[in-house]
């Protein structure tokens, strides 16, 4: 669900999260690993930069193993810990408690210096929405949580999930905004569908999806449509794609609405293969 955020809205998503942020040691920050810069909210860094941050790529089932791996290494260079994960078939999702105990150590080295018993990691989930945040508390918790609505403002009482005994986990996401910076930024968020497609022109997704595969995934194009070669102009390959797929109206003219849905819903369901928008910058 996309919901519409008001100024007022992202106030109070900040203060939520500030709020819960009291409780905790650990902050997981959540990204689609298709797009990891893109599915980041812009005010991110300011507002948990007093906890330890332990980034999650998740949908990495769905991104170029690659470039996953070239994030993590993005990620890690500015100081967080990073790792990929699938909340959908649970892959990696066992390594996090452990990377989050890692990101604790000191404080538990102090408490065992002063005598204490070191507890479990308090941790929040904190993403955008449709990041995958509800599936990978369900994936930890073991059981389906029920799902707070994607507008802040529907609260309900904040319970702790046990994971294992190394976390603890609060059962309510923080959700935060995606960013609104530029046309490149939103055009990721709606081929990678976390943000309606009504939002954007349906077109112009598919033109800088094509034009994007053109540059870095030309053989999987090639593959997939059937051509001999990616033509230059965009419109061209548009026809090319749609004369391929037999997407003529009357007149012999080259269904356009139809061709683009077609490539972004086989972006989306992966039949494109494995691809991620965004590399990182060096
Ligand atoms: P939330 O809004 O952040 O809570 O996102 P959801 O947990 O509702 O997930 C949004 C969509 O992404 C759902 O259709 C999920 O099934 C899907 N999803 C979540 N995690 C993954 C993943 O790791 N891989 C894939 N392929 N899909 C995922």
Redo the contacts with the bound molecule.
Sequence with gaps: ?TIQWFPGHMAKARREITEKLKMIDVVIE?VDARIPLASRNPMIDEIVSSKPRLILL?????ADDQKTNEWKHYFQSLGHKALP?????GKGVKAIPGAARELMSDKIDRMIEKGMKPRAVRALIL????????????RLAGKKIA?TG?RPGITKKQQWIKVGDEMDLLDT?G?LWPKFEDQQTGYKLAAT?AIKDEILDFQDISVFVLKFLSIHYPDRLMDRYKLESIPEDVVELFDEIGKKRGFLMSGGWIDYDKTAETVLRELRS?KLGDVTLETPER
Excluded: C, H, R
């Design positions: 669900m959540l998740n949908k990495a089932d769905m994960i699938d909340s959908q078939t993403g955008i929405p449709n990041v995958g945040k509800s599936t990978l508390i369900n799902k994607d996401p959700i569908g992966g």
